[in-house]
């Protein structure tokens, strides 16, 4: 069974900058694609962040960004650490939301933006943006 847990969410005013982190447990986790994605009240869930899985235990590849945090959030992985990190700069009360984790399956190395091209989801953290 996949776990997934995420951390580092909180309250920061607009502006500030968070790091959430997502640490990946029950399987090999460097072969796969992870993704962020968030859900504010009221909104379906949404994008923000893919990195792909580029071979072997490499923690560069390839990202894709939604364009709503384009050059303001950056997605990476540590894959000895079975770690994928968003970091969140120059954030906007809009950003407030739950933010989730989610891993795609073994081997499912490419980039994927789709809700449904995940297998396994975090339990989400909170952050919240204040103006």
């Known amino acids: 069974q996949v776990q997934l847990v995420e951390s580092g969410g909180g309250l920061v005013q607009a502006g500030g900058s968070l790091r959430l982190s997502c640490e990946a447990s029950g399987r090999t986790f460097s072969s796969s694609a992870m993704g962020w994605f968030r859900q504010a009240p009221g909104k379906e869930r949404e994008f923000v962040a893919a990195?792909?899985?580029?071979?072997?235990?490499?923690?560069?590849?390839?990202?894709d960004y939604a364009d709503a945090v384009k050059g303001r959030f950056t997605i990476s992985r540590d894959n000895a650490k079975n770690t994928v990190y968003l970091q969140m700069n120059s954030l906007k009360p809009e950003d407030t939301a739950v933010y989730y984790c989610?891993?795609?399956?073994?081997?499912?190395?490419?980039?994927?933006?789709?809700?449904?091209?995940?297998?396994?989801w975090g339990q989400g953290t909170q952050v919240t943006v204040s103006s």
């Open positions: 990195i792909n899985w580029s071979g072997g235990n490499w923690n560069g590849g390839i990202t």
């Open positions: 989610a891993a795609r399956g073994s081997y499912s190395g490419g980039l994927a933006t789709r809700r449904k091209d995940y297998s396994y």
